[in-house]
């Protein structure tokens, strides 16, 4: 119902495979070299907890939005209580994990969020409120987990270069709320909630006509819990897989010369895994977008040297006429009949043009 495996987990590893196409994370003396714009600031961490607490709030809704009648009532309890979880035992680990015992703020938007990516799979099924809990707990620890442990590992080990940490709030819970719909799925008897359980899960409905409309439901495919557990993992892995695949592909068709921007010297092969172009380039928004803050930072750039050149163009003329008064100053050492300005305002004027030229 909240899409942990077609919506979370499939965009997490599509968007990882196709990272790890076209960059990969960079290391110097055995060390990770981060890319000095791979970063945030207390302003951009601020905006971020903003949207966080916005997620927070609305995952039920989000969780719910297809639910009907009752079916979304215990979606948006579930959400509620495994967000709850997930954000209890995300300050907890946090502290535990990181290096200086401190709250991480990358950690805590993400984590916190986790508990709603989890249970979306079973949030509409056969779950009670501890089970929403408990995916709720294993989430926000997988997840803090893997910004501060998993994460590096990756980088070390095969270069990915996941810049948003999507594999530990999208890709490992979605995995968790998959595995928890299948055990959900497996643990369901024949009745759930007061209805036959093919009104929860309708391929485990009676395939007798008669049998199923007395029990107001549609005819199944007499499925029993075992198989229909065996169907929610088959759907896990066909998404992996498609995911992964469908990511990889995509990246060597973004890393073509046509799609690229005109960088001819700086662009890596079709088919050459984990680059296409220079790590200058990287992060860089100006290269595909019309950026409006670079626009008004030329207009300012070219005001400025406007009025740099007009400001030479006046020193110029002023250093003219300090030389032709020096010039006379000279010939009037030796001719008493030239008359030389000796004013106080021209040597003003000559002390204000020596500063400027100083400058």
Known sequence: MGGS???????????????????????????????????????????????????WMFWPSFNGALATE?????????????????CVVSFLAVVFLSKHSKFDMVSIQNATLAGGVAVGSSSDLVIQPWGAMLVGLVAGLVSVIGYEKIQPFLARCIGLDDTCGVHNLHGMPGVIGAIGG?????????KAYGNSIGAV?????????TEAF???????LD?????????????????LLIAILGGMFTGMIIKMPFCLPGLESEKANWCTCGES?????????????EVEEDEEQHEHEQEQLMESNRMKA???AEIQQLQKLRQDLEVGENDETITVPTDSTTEAKAKEVELAIKE
């Open 5 to 55: 495996i077609f919506v979370h987990t499939f965009g997490a590893f599509f968007g990882l495979g196709l990272s790890w196409v076209i960059s990969r994370t960079k290391f110097k003396a055995g060390k990770q070299v981060e890319h000095f714009k791979n970063g945030s600031d207390k302003t951009s961490d601020m905006f971020a907890m903003i949207g966080t607490i916005f997620l």
């Open 70 to 86: 009752d079916q979304q009532y215990r979606v948006v309890i579930n959400t509620v209580i495994a967000l709850s979880a997930s």
């Open 182 to 190: 299948a055990i959900s799925a497996m643990t369901a008897g024949k």
């Open 201 to 209: 899960f309708p391929a485990r409905a009676p395939s007798n006509v």
């Open 214 to 220: 007395l029990l107001g439901i549609a005819p199944g």
């Open 223 to 239: 499925r029993t819990a075992e198989q229909q557990a065996g169907i929610q993992m088959a759907a896990l892995l066909i998404t």
């Open 277 to 289: 172009t220079h790590v200058r380039y990287w992060y860089e928004d100006k290269i595909y977008w």
């Open 314 to 316: 006046s020193l110029d």
